[in-house]
């Protein structure tokens, strides 16, 4: 079930948008309805100030009135979810991930539950789709990046067949410094992906398999707090391979050389850096858009707020908000107003998150899902990704552990 994505360079496609046609969504259509009586409660954690003041402007001038918490208020997927499912009062959720996602269509959260609904461009998202529940927005991916040059590896090109080969590759790499954040579960992901065994009483992980996180972690470098997720280090030559999400990868490289002696160069065209070749792929993050039960939203409410999410995941709206905030859409027709240019390299690894995982049946993302809060306690417990190399936890005796014990929260 191994799936390539489409995707082209946000960065140098810029330009060329000057000449697409793409419509002005504050130009009203004229058969459109007017929903603004009912205020929309919209939870999410894609709410920088930027993007939730952009969307209450938009969503007004297509006659939806708004109500959503920037991340001064509320930040992070846990904490948006933890909000909505306190609160009680939402209307709308998009963001979070496919793991987070996995859960709420679960019914994992007792106050959180999805309504049945199907918009217009449904099988325009294609697989990321919980069909008649949920359906994909944005895309992006956690990359594997080494330098080429002499602070790398000097013109070698690095296959690995997983991404744990890190590992065993002869070289330095970047390692985050803590447990948690999105970014980070997700390289966890891709570490522990070659090592899943639903049978396994370690979080359905093998014993090797955390050995191998162990090293990464042990072997690796952490740096300091100014590690942006291991472009900084990479792009000082600190370390040889490091970890970076893809909607922020070629920006980071037109300003590189502000922050280094010895940059990394190259977009498009890389001049001192390259993807590691992984056969597994990534763990690409697909953001989702669904409806949530409200007790008590009458029948023209439940109007406005079905309304209201078939404008923002329409191709011309998430094509705006991907020229806004760089994102590359689910949506296949907001890709072709976007992106007509063909795909860059970062955006056609394997997408491991919705491989099919042997002996389990279920995707790697809904797998990850149903073990991520034992794996995060596993982490926890046995003092994975410390922040100082001096005082670094030492390794557990793997022989002797109580995994049953292990697996629960300490707290």
Same mark, same amino acid.
């Given at each position: 079930?191994? /799936?390539?994505?489409?995707?082209?360079?946000?960065?140098?496609?810029?330009?060329?948008?000057?000449?697409?046609?793409?419509?002005?969504?504050?130009?009203?259509? #004229?058969?459109?309805?007017?929903?603004?009586?009912?205020?929309? /409660?919209?939870?999410?954690?894609?709410?920088?100030?930027?993007?939730? @003041?952009?969307?209450?402007?938009?969503?007004? +001038?297509?006659?939806?009135?708004? #109500?959503?918490?920037?991340?001064?208020?509320?930040?992070?997927?846990?904490?948006?979810?933890?909000?909505?499912?306190?609160?009680?009062?939402?209307?709308?959720?998009?963001?979070?991930? +496919?793991?987070?996602?996995?859960?709420?269509?679960?019914?994992?959260?007792?106050?959180?539950?999805?309504?049945?609904? /199907?918009?217009?461009?449904?099988?325009?998202?294609?697989?990321?789709?919980?069909?008649?529940?949920?359906?994909?927005?944005? =895309?992006?991916?956690?990359?594997?990046?080494?330098?080429?040059?002499?602070?790398?590896?000097?013109?070698?090109?690095?296959?690995?067949?997983?991404?744990?080969?890190?590992?065993?590759?002869?070289?330095?790499?970047?390692?985050?410094?803590?447990?948690?954040?999105? %970014? !980070?579960?997700?390289?966890?992901? $891709?570490?522990?992906?070659?090592? *899943?065994?639903?049978?396994?009483?370690?979080?359905?992980?093998?014993?090797?398999?955390?050995?191998?996180?162990?090293?990464?972690? &042990?072997?690796?470098?952490?740096?300091?707090?100014?590690?942006?997720?291991?472009?900084?280090?990479?792009?000082?030559?600190?370390?040889?391979? $490091?970890?970076?999400?893809?909607?922020?990868?070629?920006?980071?490289?037109?300003?590189? &050389?502000? !922050?280094? #002696?010895?940059?990394?160069?190259?977009?498009?065209?890389?001049?001192?850096?390259?993807?590691?070749?992984?056969?597994?792929?990534?763990?690409?993050?697909?953001?989702?858009?669904?409806?949530? +039960?409200?007790?008590?939203?009458?029948?023209?409410?439940?109007?406005?707020?079905?309304?209201?999410?078939?404008?923002?995941?329409?191709?011309? %709206? @998430?094509?705006?908000?991907?020229?806004?905030?760089?994102?590359?859409?689910?949506?296949?027709?907001?890709? $072709?107003?976007?992106?007509?240019?063909? &795909?860059?390299? =970062?955006?056609?690894?394997?997408?491991? &998150?919705?491989?099919?995982?042997?002996?389990?049946?279920?995707?790697?993302?809904?797998?990850?899902?149903?073990? *991520?809060?034992?794996?995060? !306690?596993?982490?926890?417990?046995?003092?994975?990704?410390?922040?100082?190399?001096?005082?670094?936890?030492?390794?557990?005796?793997?022989?002797?552990?109580?995994? $049953? !014990?292990?697996? *629960?929260?300490?707290?």
């Amino acid at each position: 079930m191994k /799936r390539l994505l489409a995707l082209t360079l946000t960065v140098i496609m810029t330009v060329l948008l000057g000449s697409c046609s793409m419509p002005l969504l504050s130009e009203k259509k #004229s058969d459109s309805k007017d929903y603004s009586a009912y205020t929309i /409660r919209v939870y999410s954690n894609s709410n920088s100030a930027e993007r939730a @003041q952009w969307l209450v402007q938009q969503a007004s +001038e297509a006659g939806f009135t708004v #109500s959503i918490d920037n991340g001064d208020i509320v930040s992070g997927d846990a904490a948006v979810l933890e909000a909505a499912n306190e609160n009680k009062d939402g209307d709308i959720l998009f963001g979070l991930n +496919e793991t987070r996602w996995e859960q709420v269509v679960a019914g994992n959260y007792n106050n959180l539950s999805l309504m049945d609904w /199907r918009p217009t461009w449904a099988f325009d998202v294609g697989e990321y789709s919980y069909f008649h529940k949920a359906y994909g927005l944005v =895309i992006q991916n956690v990359l594997p990046l080494y330098r080429t040059d002499e602070l790398g590896t000097n013109g070698k090109k690095l296959h690995f067949k997983h991404w744990a080969d890190v590992v065993d590759s002869g070289y330095t790499w970047y390692r985050p410094n803590k447990v948690g954040g999105t %970014t !980070n579960s997700n390289i966890v992901a $891709s570490i522990l992906y070659a090592f *899943i065994d639903p049978d396994s009483p370690a979080g359905g992980v093998t014993k090797e398999g955390w050995k191998a996180l162990w090293r990464y972690c &042990a072997e690796g470098k952490s740096g300091a707090d100014d590690y942006k997720y291991g472009f900084v280090p990479l792009n000082k030559g600190d370390v040889q391979i $490091s970890a970076f999400y893809s909607s922020a990868l070629y920006g980071e490289i037109e300003a590189a &050389a502000e !922050n280094s #002696s010895n940059p990394l160069r190259g977009t498009l065209k890389p001049e001192n850096w390259a993807l590691v070749d992984i056969e597994d792929g990534t763990y690409y993050i697909a953001e989702y858009i669904g409806i949530l +039960e409200k007790e008590g939203r009458t029948t023209e409410e439940n109007e406005a707020v079905n309304a209201f999410a078939e404008w923002f995941g329409s191709a011309e %709206t @998430q094509a705006a908000w991907g020229k806004e905030f760089d994102t590359y859409p689910c949506n296949s027709d907001a890709v $072709s107003i976007l992106y007509p240019g063909g &795909a860059p390299e =970062i955006y056609t690894l394997p997408n491991l &998150a919705l491989d099919e995982v042997d002996g389990a049946g279920v995707t790697y993302a809904a797998y990850v899902a149903s073990h *991520i809060d034992e794996w995060t !306690n596993i982490m926890t417990n046995l003092g994975f990704f410390w922040k100082d190399d001096a005082n670094a936890a030492p390794e557990p005796d793997w022989d002797n552990l109580d995994w $049953s !014990n292990l697996t *629960i929260s300490a707290q």
